[in-house]
Nanobody, 115 residues
Framework: QVQLVESGGGLVQPGGSLRLSCVTSGVVFRAYTMGWFRQAPGEQRELVARISTDGSTYYKSAAKHRFTISRDNAKNTVYLQMTSLGPEDTAVYYC?????????WGQGTQVIVSS
């Protein structure tokens, strides 16, 4: 059974930081491209950052220079370090594991940026 379990969300003040984690099980983690997506109320789900099996990364333009995605293949975990958070970052953040043939999602973790 494949599981992706996100954690680390919460309420943070503008300008603050959070680190999201996603622990996976039931997949060969190192064989999957891992991504963080987010969905704000009334909006479509969007890609925030992605890290490939070789460690190469991609960021949504709004996330560049503020967010850092990383992976630890030994722990089957992907991280999203977020800094300089603003109200526009408020959303449910989802972890995604993708390969050529499979696509898995976590349940999401809520991030609220508010004073």
């Amino acid at each position: 059974q494949v599981q992706l379990v996100e954690s680390g969300g919460g309420l943070v003040q503008p300008g603050g930081s959070l680190r999201l984690s996603c622990v996976t099980s039931g997949v060969v983690f190192r064989a999957y491209t891992m991504g963080w997506f987010r969905q704000a109320p009334g909006e479509q789900r969007e890609l925030v950052a992605r890290i490939s099996t070789d460690g190469s990364t991609y960021y949504k333009s709004a996330a560049k220079h503020r967010f850092t995605i990383s992976r630890d293949n030994a722990k089957n975990t992907v991280y999203l370090q977020m800094t300089s958070l603003g109200p526009e970052d408020t959303a449910v953040y989802y972890c995604n594991a993708a390969s050529a043939h499979f696509d898995y999602w976590g349940q999401g973790t809520q991030v609220i940026v508010s004073s």
